[in-house]
């Protein structure tokens, strides 16, 4: 997670940067809403990975769920009918 609101900061600051020097504000204002925005997007890319990773956990645990439950039923013995 640290690393996603790394990157997540780091974009943050970056499109900050570039949309106040677009805008050719001064340095302090270009510095305080990078700073805002490299937190806003940290913190809303630490969310995004947390419920992308939780997904992705879920996901595999069913699809190993879903194989053991087919190998348990390919193991078990089928019941064989008489002929008389």
Known sequence: MKKMMTIGGL???A??????LAQDL?????????SVA???AGLLLRWWAKIWF??????YFDQVAEA???AAQA????PQTKRT
């Open 11 to 13: 974009a943050g600051f």
């Open 15 to 20: 499109s900050g940067l570039a949309l106040g």
């Open 26 to 34: 001064s340095w302090p204002a270009i510095l305080f809403r990078s």
């Open 38 to 40: 490299a937190v806003a």
């Open 54 to 59: 939780t997904s992705l956990a879920q996901s």
């Open 68 to 70: 053991t439950a087919a």
């Open 75 to 78: 193991a078990s013995p089928t």
